[in-house]
Structures are given as C-alpha cells and as structure tokens.
Nanobody, 123 residues
Framework: QVEMRESGGGLVQAGDSLTLSCTASGFIFGNFGLAWFRQAPGKERTFLIGITRSETSTSVEGRFTISRDNAKNTVYLQMNSLKPEDTAVYYC????????????????????WGQGTQVTVSS
C-alpha cells in the first residue's frame, strides 16, 4: 500500500523554526521526486518546494529548505523565520513520474499525498 504520512506540525510563534517530516512506504522512495504543498484556510493547495530524485530542489524566499533521506524513506521541510501567513495545512506528495530534472509544481503532477499536518503561526 502506497502511503505518505506527515508529522511535526503544531503551534509556534512568529520567528520560530519548525521541521516537518514525511515518511513514505509502498514504493521505491529514491526513484521519485517529492514536494511539499500547503493549503491555507479558504485557499487552494499550492506548491511550496520540491526535490527531485537527484536532489535538485527549488527554494522559497530562503526561509524553507527541503531535504530527503532515502535510507529512511523520509522527506523533510525545514522552516525558519515563520510568519503568521505561513499558517496552513502542509502536505507532502510524490511525483507521478520519475523522469524530471526539476521539481514539478502542479498538484496534478503528484499522485500520492499525505493526510496533512497543521502549522499555526501566532503573531
């Protein structure tokens, strides 16, 4: 069974740091690109940051970093200098394919999703 499960969310204060984890099972983890999306209340789910199988990654304002540990089937999202506008449900996802040289950015390009983890940043 293909599955991804996020953890590490919570309530933090503005300026704090937080690391989210996403552990996967049911597929060859190292073969696929991965990404983090987020969905704020009343808004669409949007791409935040991604990493390919060869560990090419995008960047987000210099505050967020994605990394992966293929031995642990886990992808991480390090978030620094958090702002209230970062409040959202954060989702990890697996790329539908294994051929990309740069991370895909559209929801439709990801086939497996976690259940999401809530991050709330207070001012």
């Amino acid at each position: 069974q293909v599955e991804m499960r996020e953890s590490g969310g919570g309530l933090v204060q503005a300026g704090d740091s937080l690391t989210l984890s996403c552990t996967a099972s049911g597929f060859i983890f190292g073969n696929f690109g991965l990404a983090w999306f987020r969905q704020a209340p009343g808004k669409e789910r949007t791409f935040l940051i991604g990493i390919t199988r060869s560990e090419t990654s995008t960047s987000v304002e210099g505050r967020f970093t994605i990394s992966r540990d293929n031995a642990k089937n886990t992808v991480y999202l390090q978030m620094n200098s958090l702002k209230p506008e970062d409040t959202a449900v954060y989702y990890c996802a697996r790329d539908i394919g294994d051929w990309r040289n740069t991370p895909a950015r559209r929801v439709a390009e990801y086939v497996t999703w976690g259940q999401g983890t809530q991050v709330t940043v207070s001012s």
